[in-house]
């Protein structure tokens, strides 16, 4: 994450990436942040996603897959999906990150070099940005390390920015931690008690904790950006729920922020159906696409245990698994698996056969699951995903991407990402 501190930009460098030194021309500006003169428009409020490609701890950290989509993009979809804003923005140095940034949604300006260092600061970005984007009025920085926002709190501060006139307001968690002093030697022997009464220690109930910066985002007009500010002026807060301040940057690892996301975060504009059917395809899937072929010319195929243990997983959940495959695989062989799974093989129209056994079953497209295949069923299922060597192509169409191969625990992986959203269901049914 870009450190948030009072800084200037010195170079910049245009929406193609050639450094220039200065700033471009500004262009005429009325009260309201319309360009020129004549008929006054409402502020242009962008959000910006500062993620540049140089990371200390994990490379290319900002397009990782955590919960089976690109870190970044948790942030994307919930900026886009607010409506809160007249533009959103990724501000890189990397082609990669450009290109998961575009294919969530968003603008990329290319940031130069100068402003891409670990010596920079968050500020340097986003003065370069604006010294390109003079339409740009307001600028609502989210940090890419902050997966579980949602488009709800972000909606609320564009309300208080526009409608309350707050020049900036940044988000806070409210925390009930008591702090001490430091022991310094030579200097402080003892340690102090900072915010209690070692005497009467309050009960958490009793006590309204305090406020801390969660760095999930920061809101500031132009005018304050260009003082070399992001908080000042009329301030404000925005105090986030505890479970959606989730930071990777300073307090939480992978694994432990996967299980967050998963059961707080925000997965789309359309709500979780609980999935009862999950169907796989036999070829890169269920196998790693290899064949084996016996001296007496019988075909042989290999899979990963852990594969059946998830296919026997979501059976227990009552979910239905099925198995697809294009080739004319031989069903005395499938059947030798023991998956105790329903087939159809030699499938030429993938998208007929789905829909046929989803009918059969009596549900909807959003109760239906993919581990990829053709890509007009990736298009109408409620969840979709892929193993990790899957093609491209196949990996921009679904929702979720494996960290396991074909044929090497994908199909676990996947089972145990669906009973994980079906717990997320569960429990938002409940309430």
Known sequence: MDSVEKGAATSVSNPRGRPSRGRPPKLQRNSRGGQGRGVE???????????????????LKNIKHLAGVPLIGWVLRAALDSGAF????VSTDHDEIENVAKQFGAQVHRRSSEVSKDSSTSLDAIIEFLNYHNEVD?????????????PTDLQKVAEMIREEGYDSVFSVVRRHQFRWSEIQKGVREVTEPLNLNPAKRPRRQDWD??????GSFYFAKRHLIEMGYLQ?????????????SVDIDVDIDWPIAEQRVLRYGYFGKEKLK????????????LTNGHIYVSGDQKEIISYDVK??????LLKKSGIEVRLISERACSKQTLSSLKLDCKMEVSVSDKLAVVDEWRKEMGLCWKEVAYLVSDEECLKRVGLSGAPADACSTAQKAVGYICKCNGGRGAIREFAEHICLLMEKVNNSCQK
């Open 86 to 89: 007249q533009s959103v923005w």
């Open 138 to 150: 307001i600028v609502g920085n989210i940090q890419a390390t902050s997966p579980c926002l949602h």
């Open 307 to 312: 594969d059946a243990i998830g296919i026997s």
């Open 274 to 285: 609980e999935i009862k059917l999950l169907v796989c395809n036999i070829d890169g899937c």
């Open 41 to 59: 428009k409402p502020p242009h409020l962008a959000a910006l996603i500062l993620a540049r490609g140089g990371s200390k701890g994990i490379p």
């Open 232 to 244: 000042g002026g009329k301030m404000a807060y925005y105090e986030m729920r505890a479970e959606h």
């Open 209 to 214: 904790g305090e406020l801390y910066e969660n």
